[in-house]
Antibody
């Protein structure tokens, strides 16, 4: 049973770097036709794709966030991580990690439960 | 980027009603569209992929259709457990995936 679990600080100060980790259980992060993805959702608003990493380590990012985002892979711990620099209150959101299966197009077939990150001093 | 416009933004229907949500893409996205259901306090759940394919384990009252720029999501007989927000998502531009703004479904 594939499960994803986000972890990291729930409170980040403005101008600092948000750091989150997603741990995969029930599978190997280095195998299969998957992108490992971060998506966020401000309270009461819609979903925003942040970016993804492939098992090779190649990445794609939302153009509006690209200058501030880094997604990395830690295959030894079956994890992938998000770093978002120079955060502001506008980055306050629930952050989800998800598996994007591209074996047939693209679909987010497994999601973590989400973690709320608040940007505040 | 490809803009996805959903309508209506919210709707209220009775149990047993047929519910239809539309999603319009700002350009031709072929059939590269998924639908998700998000219940309060939960992560989204994949319901439909490739515009019309039902994800494994999803009840058959859910369906999707369309191609090009216009897509439809249907609940054939609304159930109380279907109360949620529904999102469409395009993957024609694989370098920038985008979602619709969501449709909130409530029971009348």
């Amino acid at each position: 049973q594939v499960q994803l679990q986000e972890s990291g600080p729930g409170l980040v100060k403005p101008s600092q770097t948000l750091s989150l980790t997603c741990t995969l259980s029930g599978g190997s992060i280095s195998s299969g036709s998957y992108y490992w993805t971060w998506i966020r959702q401000p309270a009461g608003k819609g979903l925003e794709w942040i970016g993804r990493i492939y098992t090779s380590g190649s990445t794609d990012y939302n153009p509006s966030l690209k200058s501030r985002v880094t997604i990395s892979l830690d295959t030894s711990n079956n994890q992938f991580s998000l770093k978002l620099s120079s955060v502001t209150a506008a980055d306050t959101a629930i952050y989800y990690c998800a598996r994007d299966y591209y074996g047939s197009g693209s679909k987010f077939d497994y999601w973590g439960q989400g973690t709320l990150v608040t940007v505040s001093s | 980027d490809i803009q996805m416009t959903q309508s209506p933004s919210s709707l209220s229907a009775s149990v047993g009603d047929r519910v239809t949500i539309t999603c319009q893409a700002s350009q031709d996205i072929r059939n590269y569209l998924n639908w998700y259901q998000q219940k309060p306090g939960k992560a989204p759940k994949l319901l439909i992929y490739d515009a019309s394919n039902l994800e494994t384990g999803v009840p058959s009252r859910f369906s999707g259709s369309g191609s090009g720029t216009d897509f439809t999501f249907t609940i054939s007989s609304l159930q109380p457990e279907d109360i949620a927000i529904y999102y469409c998502q395009q993957y024609d531009n694989l370098l920038f995936l985008t979602f619709g703004g969501g449709t909130k479904v409530e029971i009348k």
